[in-house]
């Protein structure tokens, strides 16, 4: 019997020895596959090259990018970067070339993106960085010199300004520290244009608008610093404050003014020390209540400030007066003073002028009670060295030394030695001559040729610094000595303090310091002189309500009361 033979368990069917066959053949053992190190390659096709968007005003450019990226493998993601950022996936479907597609915001300004492209083995490639500018049809505005936020040492500062507007430039508004505008005609596409910045203490502001032909508008801001300042002389008021720089430049400004006395023409009033318009060269220069008054180098008188009809001397009708202006005939002066309601001047030639309100008697115009609009003479004729305004009276010394006040007399601050209110000058009773004299709200103070203080008046709060707080009615009608063996040179006298300079340049004040305007670093008051925190040498004194100020010997403006309990500089110093 013949037939074929079982395959033997387990052995593999004859069509597949062919395949093994095949598998076994070679030279050796079978050789590993090579690692995947290509990159993709990835190309940006839109936008096709640096691109500078242009937009009207509002939200950042959304624009589309959009290109291809492609690998031996296959990609499996896409990702974008503005500026070197995190990356943003981009959504796409794995391939061996795919397609991409997004939307970026470009913000103002000039931006780089880059796309990458990965493949399964993490290998990265980038397309060739693209530049993406996004500008606004509104002009753009940029300070040229000097730098934003720079510190200058000088008065003014000639700020050099840049505008450009794809539509063509119009005009231009520039203002300085919150002052008025000042219209600037421009030109073209581009260009820039120069401005004069007068210089307050401490930060200023310059407000720049930029208008294109099509009237869209642009607005920027800024900041420049003033220090350095350096002041000879300085003057306390009521609510702002004057200084003198070594070179004769008046600089004012205010703590609540608003009437015109920081002198800065159209503008508002300055909170920081900012010169006063017109260039003027001064000798000297007076703080008021709500006025300013300040002696030329030629001796005329210019005042600026709150005038309503008479008060700064320039004739009936004047509100408000924001810059200098001359006051009088012509006539030169040597000093002057302001009270609250009236402004007295001391010609060259030794005559004295009032002006302004006259209630009480305070301009020394025999018979006249109403308000005089230009400086009028003193009755009397006397012959005056200096004066001094207070509140409701008016003190003056005449070339020999000798005092006399007129005014109100209800606390004795006339200082003739018997009650009596007088609208003509009345002598200071006693003997003695005076080199400096003070007028406050209620009491005089002077300083005697062998350099000791006097006081008389009202001493409610130890304001004669004669060792004793006299409560109720207590005044002296007559000249009392201050306690101590102090010698002085000058005087100043607030509402209820007074203060003297020794021959030593330390200041001593005494009274009232509820504000702290004796300062010593407290607020306790004192019927005797005390010196001054601080060890500072002053060459002059000013004293007004609860404040007082100081000008070194170093040329430093310090001042204290207010509740600040001891000299601190003012700003821009």
């Known amino acids: 019997m013949t037939g074929k033979l079982p395959a033997p368990r387990g052995a593999l069917p004859a069509a597949l020895l062919p395949l093994l066959l095949l598998a076994g053949c070679g030279d050796g053992p079978t050789a590993s596959r090579e690692p995947d190190t290509a990159a993709p390659s990835v190309a940006v096709t839109s936008p096709s090259a640096d691109t500078l968007y242009v937009s009207v005003l509002g939200p950042p450019a959304l624009r589309t990018v959009a290109g291809t990226a492609a690998d031996a493998v296959g990609v499996t993601r896409v990702t974008f970067q503005l500026d070197g950022g995190a990356e943003s996936e981009v959504a796409v479907a794995a391939g061996t070339t795919v397609s991409y ?37 509104e002009p753009r505005i940029r300070l040229l010199d000097p730098a934003p ?13 840049s505008a450009a507007a794809h539509m063509g ?19 073209g596409d581009s260009t820039a ?95 008021g209540v709500g006025q300013s008054c300040g002696i030329a180098a030629d001796g005329r008188l210019l005042c600026w400030g709150r005038g309503y009809s008479s008060r700064v001397g320039v004739g009936a009708g004047s509100y408000m007066v ?56 003193v009755a009397g004729g006397i012959a005056f060295r200096s004066l001094s305004a207070g509140t409701g009276y008016t003190c003056g010394l005449t070339p020999a030394g000798r005092a006399y006040c007129w005014g109100t007399d209800a606390s004795g601050q006339l200082g003739a030695g018997t009650a009596g209110a007088s609208r003509t000058p009345v002598p200071v009773a006693g003997e003695l001559a005076f080199r400096a004299i003070a007028a406050g709200a209620a009491h005089t103070c002077a300083v005697a040729l062998d350099g000791r203080a006097w006081c008389w008046g009202s001493n409610l709060l130890g304001e004669l610094g004669t060792g004793e707080f006299q409560q109720g009615s207590g005044f002296a009608r007559s000249p009392v000595a201050v306690r101590g063996d102090l010698r ?19 200041a001593w004040c005494w009274g009232d310091n509820a504000e702290g305007q004796l300062g010593t670093g407290s607020t306790a008051a004192s019927p005797v002189p005390v010196r001054v925190a601080g060890g500072h040498a002053f060459r002059s004194l000013s004293a007004r309500d609860v404040r007082t100020c100081g000008t070194t010997t170093g040329d430093r403006l310090l001042c204290w009361g207010e509740r600040t309990l001891v000299p601190t500089p003012v700003a821009g110093q």
Do not use: K, M
Request: with cysteine; proline share 5%.
């Open 101 to 137: 597609s997004f939307q970026v915001q470009v913000p103002y300004g000039e931006h780089v993106l880059v796309v990458s492209a990965y493949d399964a083995a993490g290998n990265r490639g980038t397309s060739a960085p693209r530049r993406l500018r996004h500008e606004s049809t």
């Open 149 to 161: 936020g720079s510190t200058l040492a000088s008065d003014t500062v000639r700020a050099t300004i």
């Open 169 to 187: 430039l119009g005009r231009a508004r520039v203002r300085v520290n919150y002052g008025g505008y000042r219209d600037i005609p421009l030109s």
């Open 193 to 287: 244009f120069q401005v004069d910045v007068p210089l307050q203490g401490g930060e200023n502001g310059i407000d720049v608008e930029v208008f294109d032909r099509n009237g869209t508008r642009s607005w920027n801001f800024f900041r420049l610093y003033r220090g350095g300042l350096a002041f000879a002389a300085g003057s306390a008021g009521r609510g702002h404050t004057c200084a003198l720089t070594p070179a004769g430049a008046a600089y004012c400004w205010a703590s609540s003014g608003s009437y015109g006395e920081t002198g800065q023409g159209e503008g508002d009033d300055a909170r920081a020390a900012a010169p006063v318009v017109g260039g003027h060269v001064f000798r000297a220069v007076e703080a």
């Open 322 to 377: 924001s810059r200098p202006v001359p006051v009088g005939d012509g006539t030169r002066f040597r000093g002057v003073t302001l009270g609250p309601l009236q402004i007295c001047a001391v010609s060259t030639d030794d005559r004295a002028y009032c002006w302004g309100a006259n209630p009480s008697g305070e301009l020394g115009i025999a018979g006249s009670a109403g308000e005089v609009a230009v400086p009028a003479p």
């Open 488 to 506: 002085f040179t000058a005087v100043a006298v607030g509402a209820r303090h007074g203060c003297a300079l020794a021959e030593d340049g330390a």
